[in-house]
């Protein structure tokens, strides 16, 4: 099948053109600030200051958005930082579902989902909500999430998804293991500990760690010399707490700057000449023009099973 072709099949249109309308999905960091330090983790090679999103940025962006709630598919509120520091979080997910997007979620370390914050979590209308867990032992979750206990973190999973069951929310959780030297021999027991624990609709499941677009200090895996499209430029939108829209999700320091949501839209910037030329350079097998994406490995590495 012809990249063009294969690339608008897995976005669900008729044509590549479509996709021209808005991104289908959006990643936004509501705040840049971590509590912890992971070793697979770009945290230590921020350039930019900690931050948090404006209410009048992300007023704007919920605004736009909600023109277009019938196309976008899912707005994941996180990237970076630790969603949870916001402590507004929950309120932007009762923005963007009195909104009709279709699909609210994002990703945590779980080491501040304290009972009272699930609660209120459930009762937002979130959509999905995905848990990083890194090991089954203490030693190893704790070598590899730094600055988090191991013991606090299952705790507070377990609790949300039994408060969950009893609230009969319709939240479905995402348990991820990233797999390394340091934890994959972990894998079995990871997934008989948590296939469990969870329900019909949630999943639990391992991926191989990733290079960030070979920006990641220290990391060992071979880069992939694949000349095939990514999908991203097509199909997903970030934005930094700061406004700042970089090329895609590994662009933690907007190496690639393609515009700001302080001086331009949604649409404007992903109709621009930076989006159009960098999906010019993938459909004509030129990504490693482009520094970011030579040799990068976020779409590629193997997926292990996902058990549900």
Known sequence: ???????????????????DRMPK????????????KCSMCTVGQWDSKKG?????????????????????????????GEPLLDNNISNKIIMLKE?????VSFSTNAS???EKKAIELLQTGLDEINFSID?????????IRIGLNFEKVVN??????ELRNQMKAKTSVRIRMVLQDDNKHERDDFINFWVPKVSSIDSVYSKIMHSWGNQLDDYKQKKNPSIEPCISPWSTMIVHYDGKVPLCGCDFNNKHLMGDLNSATIAEIWKSPDFKETRNLHIQGNRNNIELCTGCNIWDLEVKEVYS
């Not at 909104?99 to 699909?103: A, C, G, L, R, V």
């Not at 090991?135 to 070598?143: A, D, V």
Request: proline share 1%.
């Open 25 to 36: 999905y959006f990643e936004i960091e509501t705040i840049r600030d971590c509590n912890a």
């Open 99 to 103: 909104n009709k997007i279709k699909k």
């Open 135 to 143: 090991g089954t032992t203490k030693e190893t979750f704790e070598s």
């Open 52 to 80: 948090k999103m404006s209410n009048d940025l992300f007023n704007r962006i919920v605004k736009e958005t909600a023109l277009h709630s019938d196309w976008i598919e899912t707005i994941c509120l996180s990237r970076n």
């Open 1 to 19: 099948m012809q990249p063009d072709k294969l690339l608008a099949k897995r976005l669900g249109i008729d044509n590549l053109c479509q996709a």
């Open 112 to 114: 501040l989902l304290s």
């Open 156 to 161: 507070n999973c377990l609790r949300f998804i």
